[in-house]
């Protein structure tokens, strides 16, 4: 069969795509390499997901290398890699039909104007490649609207410091607030903060042939039983696939894009279940698997135009990778210091608690020591929330003060503590991951996966810039918990990149001696090709990344729409 359109991936970046060009009338494939899974198969099994990471592939069949950088008794920096066979650290985000966004929190706060224009706004940071995005925040806002209606955004604007403009209010009342979203809102009024609830990809009712939050606690890494949350696979690739225009092949391996003498996509090779060789042709062809993998495939598939791998001529395939910089705080609120109202309201579980603070999105403090001159910098975001599920929450009761194993009735006190004497409210901080050249995606020359494909090789540089910002942040945090009542208050940053927050490898821009993607991420050097996942993303912003990504790929769906309409006309 013929196609207009071949998608490999099906997550938040490709879906918008399959979803806008199969409702257009065009022919569309999408080649994912998980299995199509639905509801029926999302248990809410915490072994399975918290022990035995069910739903990515095994680290012995496929796997990345991940650089560090270490320092010998000398003072000499040096890097070294190592296989995630075995270091154990995965870095798959869910190989599945609709990809990662099955498995995400849903925490969906825009990008802001400021986000766009990042250079021009704040200036260099030395060993930073900061640049300024192609395109501005307004030109991507009607495309966030779309994305709050077709995917299903739950929420409620309220006036804070640092609201960015939007054109509508969230089609969907917010989801029922968790009891202790009220402590937090008082306690941030006492202290002059601005409490802010957190806007969800999560139906707060039923809309779109899918049924609302059914608050069973378990979402964050968990597929939905119900449907409402908003993932590519349940809020777009379903209603695509109804058309009748959208075909999807699950277990398809993609390995080799195929280009011909003029430099134009040719083919895509592919493993199917059974391990097959097979080939699959259109008219244009999207690559969206997630921002390493993105880049691994195009670093492989070498031509006669592209002898570094396709659309690589400029050798920024792979460059300037991004994960998200911050870390996490906690403190503990004691029942023998509550109310037993209080106390009950502390031990409901279900709702969410869908509360954050940007006040310091962007910081004016000339006594903060990574502002520029004017002291001025770009901040982040703080998001709070429980760990209410019992083997999450008994991590780490089985080592005592010293970090040496207990059992018996030692271990039988300390899970008792946990679970009857205290509960913990933590924040997580979201600031940007700057881009630089110690932080990318080449291809390892040892190590292969099952199939003999060479693997990614995930060099994870971070600049210090983004551990003192994440810094600034989590005391703030802290202080917010302080005022609560909290005990035993900590936080911590760290430079190791949380693996589902990943963009960059293929940034978009006007230089293609810079860039990899023009301003509709279509590639400089290859016509018929476009990346629509976070790979385009020359910087993070300090927000989680997948709304971004799926209003991209709803900005770019209708440029490849028009495109293919002009070409049967």
Same mark, same amino acid.
């Given at each position: 069969?013929?196609?207009?359109?071949?998608?490999?991936?099906?997550?938040?970046?490709?879906?918008?795509?399959?979803?806008?060009?199969?409702?257009?009338?065009?022919?569309?494939?999408?080649?994912? /390499?998980?299995?199509?899974?639905?509801?029926?198969?999302?248990?809410?099994?915490?072994?399975?997901?918290?022990?035995?990471?069910?739903?990515?592939?095994?680290?012995?069949?496929?796997?990345?290398?991940?650089?560090?950088?270490?320092?010998?008794?000398?003072?000499?920096?040096?890097?070294?890699?190592?296989?995630?066979?075995?270091?154990?650290?995965?870095?798959?985000?869910?190989?599945?039909?609709?990809?990662?966004?099955?498995?995400?929190?849903?925490?969906?706060?825009?990008?802001?104007?400021?986000?766009? /224009?990042?250079?021009? *706004?704040?200036?260099?940071?030395?060993?930073?490649? #900061?640049?300024?995005?192609?395109?501005?925040?307004?030109?991507?806002? %009607?495309?966030?609207?779309?994305?709050?209606?077709?995917?299903?955004?739950?929420?409620?604007?309220?006036?804070?410091?640092?609201?960015? %403009?939007?054109?509508?209010?969230?089609?969907?009342?917010?989801?029922?607030?968790?009891?202790? =979203?009220?402590?937090?809102? /008082?306690?941030? @009024?006492?202290?002059?903060?601005?409490?802010?609830?957190? %806007?969800?990809?999560?139906?707060?009712?039923?809309?779109?042939?899918?049924?609302?939050?059914?608050?069973?606690?378990?979402? =964050?890494?968990?597929?939905?039983?119900?449907?409402?949350?908003?993932?590519?696979?349940?809020?777009?690739?379903?209603?695509?696939?109804?058309?009748?225009?959208?075909?999807?092949?699950?277990?398809?391996?993609?390995?080799?894009?195929?280009?011909?003498?003029?430099?134009?996509?040719?083919?895509?090779?592919?493993?199917?279940?059974?391990?097959?060789?097979?080939?699959?042709?259109?008219?244009?062809?999207?690559?969206?698997?997630?921002?390493?993998?993105?880049?691994?495939?195009?670093?492989?598939?070498?031509?006669?135009?592209?002898?570094?791998?396709?659309?690589?001529?400029?050798?920024?395939?792979?460059?300037?990778?991004?994960?998200?910089?911050?870390?996490?705080?906690?403190?503990?609120?004691?029942?023998?210091?509550?109310?037993?109202? @209080?106390?009950?309201?502390?031990?409901?579980?279900?709702?969410?608690?869908?509360?954050?603070?940007?006040?310091?999105?962007?910081?004016?403090?000339?006594?903060?020591?990574?502002?520029?001159?004017?002291?001025?910098? /770009?901040?982040?975001? #703080?998001?709070?929330?429980?760990?209410?599920?019992?083997?999450?929450?008994?991590?780490?009761?089985?080592?005592?003060?010293?970090?040496?194993?207990?059992?018996?009735?030692?271990?039988?006190?300390?899970?008792?503590?946990?679970? *009857?004497?205290?509960?913990?409210?933590?924040?997580?901080?979201?600031?940007?991951?700057?881009?630089?050249?110690?932080?990318?995606?080449?291809?390892?020359?040892?190590? &292969?996966?099952?199939?003999?494909?060479?693997?990614? @090789?995930?060099?994870?540089?971070?600049?210090?810039?983004?551990?003192?910002?994440?810094?600034?942040?989590?005391?703030?945090?802290?202080?917010?918990?302080?005022?609560?009542?909290?005990?035993?208050? &900590?936080?911590?940053?760290?430079?190791?990149? %949380?693996?589902?927050?990943?963009?960059?490898?293929?940034?978009?821009?006007?230089?293609?001696?810079?860039?990899?993607?023009?301003?509709?991420?279509?590639?400089?050097?290859?016509?018929?090709?476009?990346?629509?996942?976070?790979?385009?993303?020359?910087?993070?912003?300090?927000?989680?990344?997948?709304?971004? #990504?799926?209003?991209?790929?709803?900005?770019?769906?209708?440029?490849?729409?028009?495109?293919?309409?002009?070409?049967?006309?």
């Amino acid at each position: 069969m013929s196609f207009d359109i071949c998608i490999v991936g099906s997550g938040a970046g490709a879906s918008p795509v399959a979803y806008t060009l199969a409702k257009a009338g065009a022919k569309v494939l999408i080649l994912e /390499k998980g299995p199509w899974l639905t509801e029926k198969e999302f248990f809410k099994d915490e072994l399975a997901i918290s022990l035995r990471d069910s739903y990515n592939p095994k680290l012995a069949d496929e796997q990345h290398v991940i650089e560090e950088e270490y320092q010998t008794a000398d003072g000499e920096n040096y890097w070294q890699g190592e296989p995630t066979s075995e270091s154990g650290w995965s870095f798959w985000n869910g190989n599945v039909v609709g990809g990662s966004s099955n498995f995400m929190s849903g925490y969906f706060h825009r990008l802001k104007p400021v986000d766009f /224009k990042l250079k021009s *706004t704040f200036g260099d940071i030395e060993g930073a490649n #900061i640049v300024d995005w192609p395109i501005s925040y307004d030109e991507l806002e %009607p495309f966030y609207a779309q994305v709050e209606r077709d995917v299903g955004v739950s929420g409620k604007v309220v006036s804070h410091p640092h609201q960015e %403009p939007r054109s509508t209010d969230f089609p969907y009342p917010p989801l029922v607030d968790h009891q202790v =979203s009220d402590w937090i809102d /008082k306690a941030a @009024k006492n202290i002059g903060y601005h409490s802010m609830p957190v %806007p969800r990809a999560i139906l707060s009712t039923p809309a779109m042939g899918r049924k609302s939050c059914e608050y069973s606690g378990y979402c =964050s890494s968990y597929g939905c039983s119900t449907g409402a949350k908003g993932s590519g696979r349940a809020a777009l690739l379903n209603h695509a696939v109804a058309t009748g225009n959208l075909t999807i092949k699950a277990n398809a391996k993609v390995y080799h894009i195929a280009s011909d003498d003029e430099g134009k996509i040719s083919a895509i090779h592919y493993y199917d279940s059974q391990g097959r060789e097979q080939t699959a042709t259109a008219k244009i062809y999207v690559v969206a698997c997630q921002a390493v993998e993105t880049s691994r495939l195009l670093l492989a598939s070498k031509g006669k135009k592209f002898p570094q791998g396709l659309a690589n001529n400029s050798g920024q395939v792979g460059k300037n990778l991004v994960f998200s910089g911050g870390g996490t705080g906690k403190g503990d609120f004691l029942f023998a210091d509550l109310t037993t109202e @209080k106390q009950a309201q502390l031990k409901q579980v279900g709702p969410f608690i869908n509360r954050a603070l940007q006040d310091w999105y962007q910081i004016d403090d000339k006594s903060f020591s990574g502002a520029n001159q004017q002291g001025q910098a /770009k901040g982040g975001t #703080i998001d709070f929330l429980f760990y209410q599920n019992p083997i999450a929450r008994a991590q780490g009761q089985q080592f005592n003060d010293e970090n040496e194993l207990v059992w018996g009735e030692q271990l039988q006190k300390n899970l008792k503590e946990e679970f *009857t004497s205290y509960k913990t409210l933590r924040f997580e901080v979201f600031n940007d991951w700057l881009p630089t050249d110690d932080c990318f995606v080449s291809l390892d020359t040892e190590v &292969t996966d099952k199939w003999g494909q060479a693997v990614a @090789k995930v060099r994870i540089g971070a600049h210090q810039h983004d551990m003192v910002v994440g810094e600034y942040l989590a005391k703030k945090g802290e202080k917010l918990l302080e005022s609560m009542g909290a005990k035993n208050i &900590t936080s911590s940053v760290s430079s190791y990149p %949380p693996t589902n927050l990943m963009a960059g490898g293929c940034r978009f821009g006007n230089d293609p001696k810079t860039s990899v993607l023009n301003k509709y991420c279509q590639a400089h050097e290859v016509n018929n090709l476009y990346v629509t996942d976070g790979s385009f993303m020359p910087t993070g912003g300090s927000v989680p990344y997948t709304f971004t #990504i799926y209003a991209n790929a709803f900005r770019v769906a209708e440029h490849i729409k028009h495109r293919w309409q002009e070409s049967i006309i």
